[in-house]
């Protein structure tokens, strides 16, 4: 890139225009500020109206077991489970291939549909259950990760575009109140930005010119995770540079091309 913009400066200087400056834009910029609305001033509100916040129970949940490994002992509680419910497909053939996926390349929407509700009304076969996670108790997983998780950080922030798997792809806590789509960062004490920027980059293809990813690209990454990150960069980037020239035509003019 910088061999390009050195060739394109030697061309103009070559023709009278001296010290050009020259910005080639890889991807798609647009203001913090036009996508999501700053929340503030809600945390009080929403302890008094508890009734009122909603949280995303079923899709978290679910989202967080896709994306569980599988693992010879949870592939085997796995069978089990569909045995019990009558399930006489041959599971011995298929067992290399998943070992080591995540379980949504195993389960079909269907299944995970009965395995989440089964969790969630504490009807789940108790081997299978701690398979899948390391904690017994749901009702304390639940609470965890709903009103204690919007009080670490207690501004919030509502987007343009709606997408609860997204945001929790992007390591946000997504939940309503009063009828309002919101997204809390879901923790404190250091920049977690590059969830907000993550979640602005894959919902709407564009992404402040001030993130993190282009100027701490590995911290952005110790956030999100390298996947996302390589998913952000790929929605965000455009399909040709935008080359953009500034020079001076005199003391008291200077035009952009």
Do not use: H
């Not at 909603?54 to 569909?82: A, C, G, H, Q, V």
């Not at 011995?92 to 395995?115: A, C, N, Q, R, V």
């Amino acid at each position: 890139m910088e061999n390009k913009i050195a060739e394109i400066k030697n061309k103009l200087e070559s023709v009278g225009i001296k010290n050009p400056y020259i910005d080639i834009q890889n991807y798609r910029y647009r203001d913090f500020r036009d996508f999501f609305d700053k929340k503030e001033d809600l945390f009080e509100l929403m302890r008094e109206n508890l009734d009122d916040v909603e949280f995303f129970e079923f899709e978290e949940l679910r989202y967080n077991l896709e994306n569980i490994e599988i693992t010879d002992s949870l592939f085997d509680s796995i069978k089990d489970w569909f045995e019990l419910k009558g399930d006489d497909r041959d599971w011995e053939e298929p067992k290399k291939y998943f070992i080591g996926k995540k379980l949504g390349s195993l389960l079909g929407d269907e299944e995970f549909e009965k395995l989440v509700n089964e969790f969630m009304d504490d009807e789940l076969d108790t081997e299978l259950a701690s398979s899948l996670f390391d904690y017994e108790n749901y009702d304390y997983y639940r609470e965890s990760n709903g009103f204690e998780s919007l009080a670490y950080w207690t501004i919030y922030w509502s987007p343009q575009i709606e997408d609860v798997e997204l945001a929790l792809k992007c390591g946000l806590v997504p939940f309503k109140y009063d009828g309002e789509f919101l997204l809390a960062l879901g923790g404190c004490g250091m920049d977690l930005s590059p969830k907000l920027d993550a979640y602005m980059g894959l919902a709407w293809g564009q992404i402040s010119k001030d993130s993190q990813l282009f100027r701490q690209k590995d911290y952005f990454e110790y956030v999100v995770g390298k996947s996302t990150t390589e998913e952000v960069l790929k929605e965000i980037k455009l399909n040709e540079p935008k080359v953009k020239i500034s020079y001076t035509l005199n003391e008291d003019s200077k035009k952009d091309e």
